[in-house]
């Protein structure tokens, strides 16, 4: 059991309160944070008809933003069943920046989940625009309680750090329970995105 504090780097889904809580109880608060040295895409895929998630991977060129936040050995162990395919790997603190009011990056081991092999879009295996509308959903929360967040343009900058982008992104809204923003999510994809990739 470690002695440290345990931390969770959401870049995806978890950046959404209900997500977060739906795994991690105790973590309806996150802080807002930017990550340098790791790239975020579209290339999670655990089996060759599910759909494609967002991913990471180590890479000193990139940066991307999400959130950190507290949880119990318990809860780890329950995030790592949550994203089973995925390996957890440690975050260098000294690449974390923060965007809420802290002075320093909180003491402890900061993990993120990462994949072992980049599996892209197709048309069996699209982007779904529920995932899209929950991580989005999730920064505009983070917009809404942190001036700095906002400032930095948190929800703008998740689309521009989110690399691989596919034609074979399919709209499941219909089938989707929560689509709630979906004309502010439009609007910012529109203003940020070209859907010709």
Not at 86 to 99: F, G, H, N, Q, S
Not at 105 to 114: H, L, N, P, R
Request: glycine share 6%.
């Amino acid at each position: 059991m470690p002695d440290n504090d345990q931390y969770i780097f959401g870049y995806g889904s978890l950046i959404d309160s209900l997500s977060r809580v739906a795994t991690s109880p105790s973590a309806s608060y996150a802080s807002p944070v930017n990550v340098v040295g790791i790239q975020r895409g579209w290339f999670g895929r655990l089996d060759d008809v599910g759909p494609t998630y967002l991913a990471a991977l180590p890479n000193p060129n990139s940066n991307c933003n999400g959130v950190i936040f507290k949880v119990s050995v318990q809860e780890l162990e329950a995030v790592d069943e949550y994203e089973s395919g995925y390996e957890r790997k440690r975050t260098d603190p000294t690449k974390v920046i923060m965007l809420d009011d802290s002075r320093s990056v909180a003491k402890g081991d900061i993990w993120f989940y990462t994949c072992a092999v980049k599996r892209f879009a197709t048309p069996e295996s699209p982007i779904l625009q529920s995932y899209v509308d929950t991580c989005l959903n999730g920064c505009f929360e983070i917009e809404a309680s942190f001036p700095k967040a906002k400032e930095a343009k948190f929800a703008e900058q998740f689309l521009k750090t989110s690399s691989d982008w596919s034609k074979y992104w399919v709209n499941d809204r219909p089938q989707s329970e929560r689509h709630a923003n979906s004309s502010k999510i439009d609007e910012l994809i529109r203003k940020v995105l070209t859907r010709e990739n």
